[in-house]
């Protein structure tokens, strides 16, 4: 018996999910998985950093937008260039999210 195919979409981005009956949290790091899971393990390894739903609410407006950016290059290939665009994404949003720790 072939699963079920349901459409997720964030931020632009859309994906096929094998199983639409098992709830994932958007933002969590399952997340992530799915939806680079045909990707190059470089982005793969870098994207889970984007998770975003096990921060508190008032760190995760800071780091959510970063993560729906981070969803949003994937549509350009996998390659070094993209790599080393998420890293630098990935230190800007940790900058962010250090600086809101000091409210």
Known sequence: MTPAVGVLGLAG???????????TIVGSREFFAILTETRHPA????????AWSHLPLELQEISRPCGELALQMLK????????AGLRKLLEAKDCFVRAALDR
């Not at 981005?13 to 098992?22: G, L, Q």
């Not at 390894?45 to 984007?50: G, K, L």
Request: charged fraction near 20%; aromatic fraction near 4%; charge should be negative.
């Open 43 to 50: 982005t793969q390894q870098i994207m889970r950093h984007f």
């Open 76 to 83: 350009c290939p996998d390659g070094p260039e993209l790599t």
């Open 13 to 23: 981005v859309e994906m096929a999910v094998s199983d639409p009956t098992t709830p």
